[in-house]
């Protein structure tokens, strides 16, 4: 992960921000913003003093950004790996496999917000050596789902759909949760993750062969 | 539709514009340079130099960028409204209804392009009351699939999900294709457009209750 060392800088800075990671706050932060402004109307300052630092202050922490961007992508990447494409390799079986990345995926975004999803498009933003990584990792994650879908159709649990299509019409279902869902809204985040789990495996797994609807639990990390 | 007086003046300007309708050329180009290189960083030379219009050209026919942002959402709009929302109105069985407005919506897209759909997103650049305006179409389309959803629910043909998170759903499963599809890609259109409305179809209706899964022909308007 690039963001370490300044993550470790980031540590002896103030001690409200020990209660969570610096780095990620951080991240966090400027994404929400280049969220909402977009990413070229954000300036170094706008970020500065949402986390509390001088423009001075920021410089010294933050590279630029064009790096700060990256490091937002290859934090999000970290995290899908860690709690998404990790666990999944683990898992032997194909639907439940499939079932745990929907659970999770989506359980990510509805707890930790999107910002940092919206930011993934940003491709046209990052330099090309910033932008081949974020392919790369972006690609292996699609390839660890339509792989999934590959081998449900091998046992002839797929529907008569391209896995192609199929993974992108499920990255579309998790990935627009960003757009939509708000933690204040009238939708739990309960009902949010049950129903987008459930359209997702329907949408792909032919009728009949099924394991019962109910979710099993899988814990939060 | 706030673009016709410009598109009159338009028409008077090059010949061989007359061909495509000049209005809607500005727009896609417009929404292709602005999706690419974010709203933002474009700047109203960019939009001339690729629509051959010299800068005081552009400011003669384009009233300014967050104009010319809501003009092409307004386009968009339009567009929904005459290729899905208004045939989708004149179906009275919610199965066929919901059908059609998969199979409109992804059509559109997967015909058109869908940089007009990627700005759509962009709301945050927009004035308050040109915003309210947007909001408020969309909101109508929302409506009117989260409606035909309560319907098929009424109908006992829903699944046990939420009519809300389902038409999330499918917007994504909608939205996202412009992301990800290219025509010189390895997926036809042909394909893109039966596996997302059968992905679209199946994530929503119980097993059983629906159609044959060969779609009706719906002519592209």
């Given at each position: 992960?690039?963001?370490?060392?300044?993550?470790?800088?980031?540590?002896?800075?103030?001690?409200?921000?020990?209660?969570e990671d610096?780095?990620?706050?951080i991240?966090?932060?400027?994404?929400?913003?280049?969220?909402?402004?977009?990413?070229?109307?954000?300036?170094?300052?706008?970020?500065?003093?949402?986390?509390g630092?001088?423009?001075?202050?920021?410089?010294?922490?933050?590279?630029?950004?064009?790096y700060?961007?990256?490091e937002?992508?290859s934090?999000?990447?970290?995290?899908?790996?860690?709690?998404?494409?990790?666990?999944?390799?683990?898992?032997?079986?194909?639907?439940?496999?499939?079932?745990?990345?929907?659970?999770?995926?989506?359980?990510?975004?509805?707890e930790?917000g999107?910002?940092?999803?919206?930011?993934?498009?940003?491709?046209?933003?990052?330099?090309?050596?910033h932008?081949?990584?974020?392919?790369?990792?972006k690609?292996?994650?699609?390839?660890?789902i339509?792989?999934?879908?590959q081998?449900?159709?091998?046992?002839?649990?797929?529907?008569d759909?391209?896995?192609?299509?199929?993974?992108?019409?499920?990255?579309?279902?998790?990935?627009?949760?960003?757009?939509?869902?708000?933690?204040d809204?009238?939708?739990?985040?309960?009902t949010?993750?049950?129903?987008?789990?459930?359209?997702?495996?329907?949408?792909?797994?032919?009728?009949?062969v099924?394991?019962?609807?109910?979710?099993?639990?899988?814990?939060?990390r």
């Amino acid at each position: 992960m690039t963001g370490v060392p300044h993550r470790a800088k980031l540590k002896a800075l103030d001690p409200v921000w020990r209660k969570e990671d610096r780095a990620e706050h951080i991240y966090r932060v400027a994404a929400e913003i280049m969220c909402r402004k977009g990413y070229e109307a954000t300036s170094m300052n706008d970020i500065g003093d949402a986390v509390g630092l001088t423009k001075a202050g920021v410089y010294h922490y933050i590279r630029g950004k064009e790096y700060l961007l990256f490091e937002i992508m290859s934090y999000a990447m970290d995290m899908v790996d860690l709690d998404v494409v990790g666990p999944a390799r683990e898992v032997a079986d194909a639907e439940q496999r499939l079932r745990l990345i929907l659970e999770r995926h989506a359980r990510r975004i509805l707890e930790v917000g999107g910002a940092v999803t919206v930011l993934l498009d940003e491709m046209w933003a990052l330099k090309p050596t910033h932008r081949r990584i974020i392919q790369s990792r972006k690609r292996a994650y699609f390839d660890l789902i339509r792989g999934t879908l590959q081998r449900l159709a091998a046992e002839g649990k797929l529907r008569d759909v391209s896995p192609t299509v199929a993974t992108f019409g499920l990255l579309g279902i998790l990935n627009w949760i960003s757009r939509w869902y708000r933690r204040d809204g009238k939708v739990t985040p309960q009902t949010a993750l049950r129903d987008l789990v459930s359209l997702g495996m329907n949408s792909v797994l032919r009728d009949g062969v099924k394991a019962p609807r109910r979710l099993p639990v899988v814990p939060a990390r």
